[in-house]
């Protein structure tokens, strides 16, 4: 099993850069297959989600070609397949996305239902909502979605929330519908906005994206394009945090300052500077820092996939502060691993009461969940002593290098696999 050993202590200092965002490439992958000409795409972040959805885009029998690292050509032209298994859905809940490429595209599709997951249950009724008043005939049998229609045909749809995933799964199969469609009360994240624009660079007619009202115009046809993904807004913000927690000054290039607002206003709040450059953003951690309060909110609000990394930075900044997590009903299975570091936190119901102890212990963790396991790593990166973080699996399926980026920084960090590793790493730090 590998694990993640860090001696904390150390201000993290330097430069990082940024790779593409995974949540925005796991639906830009999808839309890929809508086409049958060739899709390229760059600035794929390599990490562990996205590998698995290459592989269920194979699965079916669309042509992958891996350029390089950071590079894939899509060819959807050959599918035959329209059902994909519970073997990918299982390990990655975004391979739901192929659903809406699929029965836009074919106007049939099957994939296995995705469960409940380590942040609690998440429902895909929106999605199926979508697809229904589009025209599809939606069924779930033993444990699979199937949706068919003879046509798609536009229409006006209205979100009861606001969904990430179903906006984008509904743009998806409305881009290939008759007529036109509106989806009300849209999510309006940056990556809604990616895969907009990558759809509309392959001929779909998509209007309004990043607003709460998404227009689109269907078209019989996507054809080829070369698509670039946008930085990842949340490895960036995980790094910004890693600056605040380690007292340490840290620059994260190529991202776009503009979707890291609500991150920069909270660290600015508790005391950090931050800079914003035209691509970059610099944060300095140079003063002590201080309590706030945070509630995770739809874009443009404080991302729910930063709140782990919020909670372990204000569990070691001065007073009490309260973080209330309203996008998922259990995120916060980190607490009590955080606890064994030292933390003083309390959930009651959705809220998080963090009260600052001056310092973290270090400890052996578990990750939870890739955006926990990730706020455990600053955790020890800031620590007292030694971390070791184990299911770093998790960690490693949205963060490409993360280990390596760290130790550029500065950071005491080895990914090991034996205790003599383990011990060679304790003698070379000590
Ligand atoms: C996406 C992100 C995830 C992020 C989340 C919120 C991907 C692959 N994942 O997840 O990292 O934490 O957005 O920013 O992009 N809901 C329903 N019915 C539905 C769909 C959602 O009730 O049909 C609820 C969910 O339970 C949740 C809320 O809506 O409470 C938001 O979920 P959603 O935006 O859909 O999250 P995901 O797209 O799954």
Known sequence: MEQYIIKGGNPLVGEVEIGGAKNAALAILATAIMADETVTIENLPNVRDINVMLEAIKGIGGKVDRIDVHTVKINGAMIRDLSVDYEYIKKIRASYYLLGALLGKYKKAEVALPGGCDIGSRPIDLHLKGFRALGAKVDIQHGLISAEAEE??????????????????????????????????????????????????????????????????????????????????????????AAAATRGDITVKNVIPKHLEAISAKLVEIGCEVKELDDAVRVVASKPLHHTQVTTLPYPGFPTDMQPQMS??????????????????????YV??????????????????????????????SAPDLRAGAALVIAGLSAEGITIIDDIYYIERGYEGFDEKLAQLGAQIQKVTTEKEITKFKLKVS
């Open 336 to 365: 009590d691993e955080l606890t064994r570091m030292g933390a003083s936190i309390k959930v009651e119901s959705n809220i998080a009461i963090v009260t600052g102890v001056g310092n973290y212990t270090g400890a052996q963790v």
């Open 152 to 241: 798609l045909q536009g229409t006006h749809i209205y979100l009861d929330k606001v969904s990430v995933g179903a906006t984008i799964n509904i743009m998806m199969a409305a881009a290939m519908a008759k007529g036109k469609t509106t989806i009300e009360n849209a999510a309006k994240e940056p990556h809604v906005v990616d895969v907009a624009n990558c759809l509309n660079s392959m001929g779909a007619n998509i209007r309004g994206a990043g607003t709460d009202v998404i227009r689109i115009s269907g078209v019989e046809k996507l054809h080829k394009t070369e698509y670039s993904i946008i930085p990842d807004q949340i490895e960036a913000g995980t790094f910004m945090f």
């Open 312 to 333: 372990v930075v204000l569990g070691i900044s001065e007073g009490t502060s309260t973080v209330t997590e309203s996008i998922f009903e259990n995120r916060f299975k």
